[in-house]
């Protein structure tokens, strides 16, 4: 599993967030944002990056601060800059905690500071 993340990683990082969720993510797979309910299911999780990318003017900086991998579970710290759709740059640092099960991510959860979506940097 550690290659898979270390290949997640790569994609992200190379801006091909659709195609590493289309690689590393079940069909049933959620997603969530810190206490926000989930979102459910691959197409349900394709179409909110692609909404959320068509929203965005530009994305800066797109990296893994660092990771970890235990057994199916994974944390990585991302650090995201974004210049949205008003231009405004903000800057994101969360970590993505992630279940494996057969190579694919069957959930994961975001956890970060939602102030930071109001801050420019």
Same mark, same amino acid.
Do not use: C
């Given at each position: 599993?550690?290659?898979?993340?270390?290949?997640?990683?790569?994609?992200?990082? %190379?801006?091909?967030?659709?195609?590493?969720?289309?690689?590393?993510?079940?069909?049933?797979?959620?997603?969530?944002?810190?206490?926000?309910?989930?979102?459910?299911?691959?197409?349900?999780?394709?179409?909110?990056?692609? %909404?959320?990318?068509?929203?965005?003017? +530009?994305?800066?900086?797109?990296?893994?601060?660092?990771?970890?991998?235990?057994?199916?579970?994974?944390?990585?710290?991302?650090?995201?800059?974004?210049?949205?759709?008003?231009?405004?740059?903000?800057?994101?640092?969360?970590?993505?905690?992630?279940?494996?099960?057969?190579?694919?991510?069957?959930?994961?959860?975001?956890?970060?500071?939602?102030?930071? +979506?109001?801050?420019?940097?």
């Amino acid at each position: 599993m550690h290659e898979s993340v270390k290949e997640l990683i790569a994609l992200v990082e %190379q801006g091909k967030f659709v195609e590493a969720i289309q690689k590393f993510y079940s069909e049933n797979a959620s997603m969530q944002e810190n206490n926000d309910p989930p979102r459910t299911g691959l197409a349900a999780l394709l179409e909110r990056e692609k %909404q959320f990318l068509n929203s965005i003017q +530009r994305m800066h900086v797109h990296r893994a601060d660092s990771f970890v991998v235990d057994g199916n579970r994974a944390a990585i710290n991302w650090i995201f800059e974004i210049t949205d759709g008003e231009g405004k740059r903000r800057r994101l640092d969360e970590v993505a905690y992630q279940l494996w099960q057969d190579g694919k991510i069957v959930r994961e959860r975001f956890y970060y500071d939602p102030r930071q +979506r109001q801050t420019e940097v």
